[in-house]
């Protein structure tokens, strides 16, 4: 394994901002809603929801497992194209209107970061117009640019838990797994990149606090500020955040270093 931390991999959706339940949840029903459909997503359901990723996947399987009466059309990959069209429009309208700020300590983080001469990348499920709306509008105008990769959405035909998304943006760096962390928010996404090879730290959020964590280096509450600190809730590198407040670039680099010890005594 590497010995130096070259870049951090980081999930959109529920890790850099809490973008869920009141992003793209509520862009989901103003899409419906605009289509004359009466469907209607609680922020319960949507829960439920969540287990399928990808806006267009969930969509396929609210109709399978909720709506079994419903008159498809006879271009149902096209009915749900043109949903997620609007629903993409909707949740981009939410974001450059300002309603969905970064969670704390991302913006410090990604900063220090760059500061420090790391190389940052983008693994997500969510579209390509979603990543480039949250990074300009929550992160800075050209918060795109802070990204050497951005690996987003249909780029990939398998989305998380496979790797896929993982594999294509080490792929696109030049880089092995163990040059990097990868930040992650859910079960699905700590699947993805642990099967990717990489080592993850979570920030969970109220969607994902009760899930299954196995194999990360790290498990927080949020990344924390010097004067809001984190709590650690699990993983395997709790030692290496003792007396750590917020999760920043030397805690990353204990964290990479103590799995690569991990990995040479194995
Ligand atoms: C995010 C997703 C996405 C978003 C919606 O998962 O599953 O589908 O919920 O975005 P992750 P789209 O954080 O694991 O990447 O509607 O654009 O798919
Ligand atoms: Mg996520």
Not at 20 to 46: C, I, K, P, Q, T
Request: hydrophobic share 40%; aromatic share 8%.
């Amino acid at each position: 394994m590497s010995k130096t931390l070259s870049a951090l991999l980081f999930d959109v959706d529920g890790t850099l901002a809490d973008t869920e339940r009141d992003g793209h949840r509520v862009a989901f029903n103003m899409a419906f809603a605009e289509a004359g459909l009466d469907w209607d997503w609680s922020a319960e359901l949507y829960g439920e929801l969540l287990a399928v990723t990808g806006g267009k996947e969930r969509m396929r399987f609210y109709l399978d497992r909720y709506r079994p009466d419903f008159e498809r059309p006879d271009d149902l990959d096209g009915f749900i194209a043109g949903l997620h069209q609007a629903k993409t429009r909707h949740f981009t309208d939410l974001l450059a209107a300002g309603r969905i700020p970064l969670r704390p300590g991302v913006d410090r983080l990604l900063r220090e970061a760059r500061g420090r001469g790391l190389r940052l990348a983008i693994a997500t499920t969510t579209t390509p117009a979603n990543v480039q709306a949250l990074l300009r509008h929550a992160l800075a105008p050209d918060g795109e640019d802070w990204f050497e990769v951005i690996a987003a959405g249909d780029v990939v035909p398998a989305k998380k838990p496979a790797p896929d998304i993982y594999c294509y943006a080490l792929e696109r760096m030049g880089l092995g797994p163990g040059d990097c962390l990868a930040f992650e928010d859910s079960e699905n996404g700590v699947r993805s990149a642990r099967d990717a090879g990489l080592k993850t730290i979570v920030t969970v959020n109220d969607y994902t606090r009760g899930q299954d964590f196995d194999g990360a280096a790290l498990v927080l509450d949020e990344m924390g500020e010097p004067d809001a600190p984190f709590q650690v809730l699990g993983g395997e590198g709790g030692a290496e955040a003792a007396g750590a407040t917020c999760l920043d670039v030397d805690l990353a680099i204990r964290l990479h270093a103590d799995c690569r010890d991990a990995a040479e005594t194995a």
